[in-house]
């Protein structure tokens, strides 16, 4: 089989492993759920980074969307787009390091979770590059490919921060829990603003989601910090500001294009 015919055959095949492996991963077919694996480091109370347990819901939004897109990216039209030949191998690696993801914390491999995870953002990093390279021929393109990877990207970010605590917890070591975690969401938001300079704002809206469970999770329950519920609130307003960046930023292209 031709290798250009077989890649998005393979991506398909990649969402479905990763959709499968995320249904273990939540506790189906008799796996272990994330926030009860790898010693609970990274349930919504493993460090003071970790969002409340309603923030994962936004996999629910992800995984659809890769479903979709999965789907999409088959159809002939979409089989030879140059944009799509330039994406679909870094979605589909994507989807393939979610899964090993999974497999790690099911496993109790924190630091290999955290490698993998290091790895999925760069690759998702990428594919966004490429995405703002080449703007998307319909709305429908923009919505499966720029949208879903876009909120991908951003909640990856939250969620290598959790990672990196639950690595640090893991390993015994101990910093002090608000001006570190202070710091952290501080990093998160300038994150956040740095992909708003890109014009790119779909992020945006997933890393805000998660840090805004994050001062949630700070606000109430067994592991109450102020300051870091506070700083996790700042964050989001921060990011959030970083939308109308994006459009301002984007304007003039569009008057240009008009």
């Known amino acids: 089989m031709n ?15 990763a959709l499968v492996l995320a249904a ?12 009860s694996a790898a010693g609970g480091y990274l349930s919504s109370t493993g460090t003071p980074v970790a969002p409340a347990v309603p923030a994962f819901s936004i996999w629910s939004v992800i995984y659809a969307g890769l479903l979709a897109y999965a789907v999409w990216q088959l159809l002939p039209a979409n089989r030879v787009s140059e944009r799509q030949r330039a994406i679909r191998p870094w979605a589909a690696a994507s989807m393939l390091l979610n899964a090993g993801w999974l497999w790690a914390v099911q496993l109790g491999s924190l630091p290999a979770s955290l490698a993998i995870m290091l790895a999925l ?14 703007p998307a021929r319909s ?11 876009g909120l ?17 917890a893991w390993a015994g070591v101990a910093l002090p829990a608000e001006p570190t975690s202070g710091f952290v969401l501080g990093l998160a938001a300038a994150v956040g603003l740095a ?16 840090l805004a469970w994050i001062a949630v999770a700070r606000s109430v329950g067994p592991l ?25 930023r984007g304007a003039p292209n569009r008057r240009r294009h008009a």
């Open 3 to 17: 290798t250009e015919k077989a890649k998005p055959i393979l991506t398909a095949l990649s969402a479905a492993a």
């Open 224 to 248: 109450v910090l102020p300051g870091t519920a506070l700083a996790a609130a700042i964050s989001v307003v921060v990011v959030l500001g970083g939308i109308p960046l994006f459009a301002w």
């Open 195 to 210: 992909l708003a300079s890109q014009r790119a704002w779909v992020p945006l809206l997933s890393i805000a989601w998660g």
């Open 139 to 149: 709305r429908v393109e923009a919505i499966l490919s720029d949208g879903t990877f």
């Open 152 to 168: 991908y990207l951003g909640w990856i970010c939250v969620a290598t921060v959790a990672n990196v605590a639950a690595v640090l």
């Open 24 to 35: 273990v991963g939540s506790g189906a077919f008799g796996g272990t759920p994330v926030a």
């Open 121 to 134: 953002l760069v690759v998702l990093c990428r594919l966004l590059m490429l995405a703002l390279a080449t």
